[in-house]
């Protein structure tokens, strides 16, 4: 068998270890560069409904990551000194579209204007793509999730264009801004108001059809326009943590609040929680109805999937967990040395850094000079240093003849197969696996839950 087949082989039978990223373009679309990213739009995503949407990030997901059952997995007879696997638990960030020029809505509603000057939809209509008069992408995006309208302006952000999504056609007319370009721009979810901030600063707001009358004027740079999920606040985020609220129907001043912490660089909001981040990426979660500050926990509880854009792309911030997979050629394989007057173990690791020991309690300590290190061999795993014993690595479980191994370093598991010659089936820890604090052969490992989040 070709190495080629063999790592096919391994790769769908024991793990399922999928290549990671948006689907590759064809041919023809990979060849033509539009702005300043590729354009990829997925067959998926071209179904224009929500509940495509979250059928496509789930896909991403299963494509990106590992399942944590699938570790468990053994691979083919004889192909287990021909790979083991680093897996490390992080936040599922998928990217569902790039070339994005602006967006607008959340997973339950969603428009992107792409370089293309295409407007793409996913929401409960089937309307799913609208272009912009000229051409070009939209330079600024208004939607609201379930929302029967959307708003769009040209390139040159001086005119607001509606269009229908329930006929999927441009309503004639448009929205002229004064003091034009538009900075931001806000839909509500019912399609009847839209919010504006000009470049005056001045924040704009009225029916979607007009006209849009001055409300006031920010004081701060704007970070953030947008509608609560009841449509009846317009809600308008200043770099320095200002928020100020407006009511929709009635155009009175719900006044304001102020979120400590600031400035500000980024905001962006889901539910009733404003999300502002710091220049060096810190985060302050503040929630509109309790009018505080809450943790990253709560916030997350209480709106799970953030939507926001990244380097051109559109990212989904699941808010759940997901094990991502690294494959490493060979069999591991580690360099012990002990130093009998130092009374240390030096570890050349499966991550190819030295680390070392101490013999006395087992624990890692900083790098230490000696001058009599002496090349140590294991036996079933452990290894002797003097009088005591020492296991760098644990027995996970043991499916049929194979062995499956497991060790933590730094933020990731190493994990690998090996021959047991015996048959048995042994789990003492499901769905566990090993962190060792010492590498005293009789100090036990903390056995941690591989912990993974279903997207909702």
């Not at 939209?138 to 609201?144: I, K």
Request: charged share 20%; net charge positive.
């Amino acid at each position: 068998m070709s190495f080629k087949k063999f790592k096919a082989a391994y790769i769908f039978l024991a793990l399922l270890v999928l290549t990671t990223g948006v689907p590759a373009q064809s041919n023809a679309a990979a060849k033509e560069r539009v702005g300043q990213a590729y354009i990829n739009v997925p067959s998926q995503l071209r179904k224009g409904t929500s509940k495509s949407l979250k059928s496509y990030v789930s896909q991403l997901l299963n494509k990106k990551y590992v399942s944590a059952r699938k570790l468990y997995d053994p691979p083919f007879m004889g192909l287990e000194d021909k790979l083991f696997i680093s897996v490390k638990r992080e936040k599922a960030l998928p990217i569902i579209a790039g070339g994005v020029a602006s967006y607008a809505g959340n997973e339950e509603g969603l428009a992107a204007a792409l370089y293309d000057g295409t407007v793409r939809i996913w929401s409960s209509f089937q309307c799913r793509k609208v272009s912009l008069p000229g051409g070009g992408g939209a330079l600024q995006t208004g939607y609201g999730p379930g929302s029967p309208k959307l708003a769009a302006t040209g390139r040159s952000g001086s005119e607001i264009y509606v269009f229908d999504l329930e006929q999927c056609f441009r309503i004639p007319g448009e929205l002229p801004v004064e003091h034009g370009p538009v900075k931001m721009m806000a839909l509500s979810r019912t399609g009847e108001w839209l919010g504006v901030i000009d470049s005056f600063n001045a924040l704009l707001c009225g029916p979607v059809s007009g006209p849009l009358q001055e409300i006031s004027i920010l004081e701060g740079t704007p970070l953030y326009l947008g509608y609560t999920p009841g449509q009846g606040v317009l809600v308008a985020v200043e770099a320095s943590g200002r928020i100020i609220k407006q009511g929709t129907k009635n155009q009175v001043s719900m006044g304001h609040d102020e979120v400590p912490g600031g400035p500000f660089v980024n905001a962006r909001m889901a539910g009733y929680v404003v999300c502002l981040t710091r220049d060096n990426g810190s985060e302050v979660y503040w929630d509109l109805r309790k009018r505080a500050t809450v943790k990253k926990s709560e916030a997350l509880k209480l709106q799970p999937a953030w939507i926001y854009e990244q380097n051109g792309g559109l990212v989904y911030s699941t808010g759940v967990d997901r094990w991502k997979i690294t494959e490493h050629l060979g069999r591991p394989m580690f360099i012990v040395s002990y130093s009998a007057t130092q009374k240390l173990l030096r570890v050349r690791d499966l991550d190819r850094k030295t680390r070392y020991y101490s013999t006395l309690d087992g624990k890692e300590i900083t790098e230490s000079e000696a001058d009599d290190w002496k090349l140590i061999s294991p036996s079933k795993g452990v290894y002797k240093a003097g009088k005591k014993l020492f296991r760098l690595y644990d027995l996970v479980c043991q499916q049929g003849t194979m062995l499956l191994y497991g060790r933590y370093i730094k933020d990731r598991f190493y994990l690998w197969w090996e021959e047991a010659g015996t048959t048995a089936h042994l789990m003492l820890h499901p769905m566990e696996l090993p962190i060792r604090e010492s590498v005293l052969a009789d100090s036990p490992a903390l056995w941690v839950p591989l912990i993974e989040d279903e997207l909702k």
